[in-house]
């Protein structure tokens, strides 16, 4: 019962999530990059709930993004999935308690994502290649991403201990009778 009401306030995050990136941060830019949301979300649940659930849940919201706001399907949820599968490595290897961890973690994940779908447009749409601008929207998105961690950090830290909790502790039953 907890796993299921847990899934369904991390499908109510998702959609808040949705609404300030697609109303909010319209018109609150820098420099004309948004943040991306999805990828501190998603990061967040592979790092606190473990790397299937990340996978799964960057993989549907990223389907759900691209469906909505993307021009071609699938490139978002296999970014988000990745991102998911990573944060269990960098769950394994990493503190989640220092927030400078945390924001390298955050940092790391907008340049994975964001390299994987400006390859994917380079190769699938035929787009031209230009680096310079692309970096300057990458940095200043992976800026935007981490002013945003700092601020939600505490909120971070109490529903991911609260998430472990659920998802990543072991009920055994032992034969002692």
């Known amino acids: ?13 998702f959609l808040l999530i949705y609404f300030l990136q697609a109303n909010f941060f319209t018109w609150f830019t820098i420099m004309g990059v948004q943040p991306n949301l999805f ?20 993989i549907i919201f990223g389907f759900y993004i691209d469906v909505i706001i993307g021009r071609q399907i699938g490139i978002s949820g296999i970014m988000l999935g990745i991102i998911g599968l990573v944060a269990e490595y960098l769950d394994k290897n990493f503190s989640k308690e220092s927030r400078l961890t945390i924001m390298l973690m955050i940092a790391g994940s907008t340049a994975i994502y964001e390299i994987g779908c400006y390859a994917f447009n380079i190769i699938t749409l035929g787009i031209n290649l230009e680096i310079l601008s692309f970096i300057k929207i990458l940095f200043i998105e992976i800026i935007f991403n981490l002013l945003i961690t700092i601020i939600i950090y505490p909120i971070i830290q109490k529903l991911g201990h609260m998430l472990e909790e659920i998802f990543k502790t072991k009920n055994i039953l032992t034969r002692y009778f």
């Open 1 to 13: 019962m907890k796993k299921l009401l847990a899934i369904i306030l991390l499908i109510i995050s």
């Open 39 to 58: 990828v501190i979300l998603v990061l967040f649940i592979g790092l606190f709930s473990g790397k299937k659930l990340g996978m799964i849940f960057g």
